[in-house]
C-alpha cells in the first residue's frame, strides 16, 4: 500500500513537471535607488529662513520617497496580474 | 485514473522519455502492426498442419508486440499533447514577459515624472523662501533648542535604539 501510494506520488509529480522556464521580471533601474536621508538643519542657526529651506529639502525627500513607494506597490500589483495571468 | 494509465509511465519528465525521442515515432507503430497481424495469423495457424506448433509463440509474440505497441502509441500521443501544451506555455509566457517590460517602462516613465514634479516644487519653494528670507529672519529667530529638538526628529532609529539600551 506504501509503496503504492510513494509510486501514485511519483507518476503525480512527473506530470506536474512543465519544461518551460520563467524568469523573475526585472524591476526598473530608477527604482533600485534607496531613500534618502534627511536633511540636518545646521546647528547653531538662528535663520528661519534656513530652517525652512531644511524642511522644504525633507518635505521633498518624502515626496520623491513616497514616488518611489507608489511605482513599487504599482510593480508588484502590475506583475502579479501578468504573472498569474499565465497559467 | 488517467494518471494511472500505462503512458505516464513514460511521460515522466519529458526529459526522460528518451526510448521514444531516441527512436522515431513509426517504429513503434509497426510494433503495434506486427503485433496485431502476429495475433491474427497465429489464429489461422491452428488449421495448418506443419507449422500449428509455432501458433502459441506466434500468439503471445503477437500480444507482446500489441501492449507494447499500445503502450507506446500512447506514450507518443501524450508526448505530442505535452509538447503543443509546452509551446503554447512557452508562447504565453514570452508575452507575459514582454508585457511585464511595457509596464516597466510604463511604470519608470510615471515614477520619472512624479520626481520631476517634486523636483520643480522643491525649486520654487527654495526660490520663495530665499526671495523672502530677509524678512523671515527679521522677523523670526530660531533658538538651538528648536534646531536641536527638530534634528531629532530626523533621526527616529537611534533615538528608538538609544532608549532600549
Redesign the interface.
Known amino acids: 500500500m506504501k509503496q503504492l501510494a510513494v509510486l501514485?506520488c511519483?507518476?503525480?509529480s512527473?506530470?506536474a513537471?512543465?519544461?518551460?522556464?520563467?524568469?523573475f521580471?526585472?524591476?526598473?533601474?530608477?527604482?533600485k535607488q534607496s531613500c534618502g536621508?534627511?536633511?540636518?538643519?545646521?546647528?547653531?542657526?538662528?535663520?528661519?529662513?534656513e530652517?525652512?529651506?531644511v524642511?522644504?529639502?525633507?518635505?521633498?525627500q518624502y515626496?520623491?520617497c513616497r514616488?518611489?513607494n507608489?511605482?513599487w506597490s504599482?510593480?508588484y500589483a502590475?506583475?502579479k496580474t501578468?504573472?498569474e495571468?499565465?497559467k | 485514473m488517467a494518471?494511472?494509465a500505462p503512458t505516464?509511465?513514460l511521460?515522466?519528465?519529458?526529459?526522460n522519455m528518451w526510448l521514444i525521442n531516441f527512436l522515431p515515432d513509426w517504429i513503434f507503430y509497426l510494433l503495434l502492426i506486427i503485433g496485431i497481424l502476429g495475433i491474427i495469423i497465429s489464429m489461422f495457424l491452428k488449421e495448418i498442419p506443419v507449422i500449428n506448433r509455432y501458433q502459441t509463440p506466434i500468439w503471445l509474440l503477437g500480444i507482446l508486440l500489441t501492449i507494447l505497441g499500445v503502450w507506446f502509441a500512447g506514450g507518443i500521443s501524450k508526448d505530442q499533447e505535452y509538447r503543443e501544451?509546452?509551446s503554447a506555455?512557452?508562447l504565453?509566457?514570452a508575452e507575459?514577459?514582454k508585457?511585464?517590460a511595457e509596464?516597466?517602462?510604463q511604470?519608470?516613465y510615471?515614477?520619472?515624472d512624479?520626481?520631476q514634479v517634486?523636483?520643480k516644487?522643491?525649486y520654487q519653494?527654495?526660490s520663495a523662501?530665499?526671495e523672502?528670507?530677509t524678512s523671515?529672519?527679521a522677523?523670526?529667530?530660531?533658538?538651538?533648542t528648536?534646531?536641536?529638538i527638530?534634528?531629532r526628529a530626523?533621526?527616529p532609529q537611534s533615538r528608538s535604539s538609544e532608549k532600549k539600551k
Not at chain 2, 511521460?11 to 526529459?15: D, R, T, V
Request: hydrophobic letters at 45%; aromatic letters at 6%; glycine letters at 4%.
Open positions: 501514485c511519483l507518476i503525480l512527473g506530470c513537471i512543465t519544461p518551460v522556464e520563467r524568469t521580471p526585472g524591476i526598473p533601474p530608477a527604482l536621508e534627511l536633511v540636518l538643519v545646521p546647528p547653531g542657526t538662528t535663520k528661519l529662513s530652517v525652512i529651506t524642511v522644504t529639502e525633507n518635505y521633498a515626496n520623491g514616488a518611489l507608489d511605482a504599482a510593480w502590475e506583475q501578468i504573472f495571468g499565465v | 494518471l494511472l505516464h509511465w511521460l515522466w519528465e519529458s526529459n501544451r509546452i506555455l512557452q504565453r509566457v507575459a514577459e508585457k511585464s509596464v516597466n517602462t511604470i519608470e510615471v515614477y520619472r512624479r520626481v517634486v523636483e516644487v522643491r519653494v527654495i523662501i530665499r523672502h528670507s523671515m529672519d522677523n523670526c529667530t530660531v533658538i538651538p528648536a534646531v536641536e527638530l534634528n530626523t533621526q
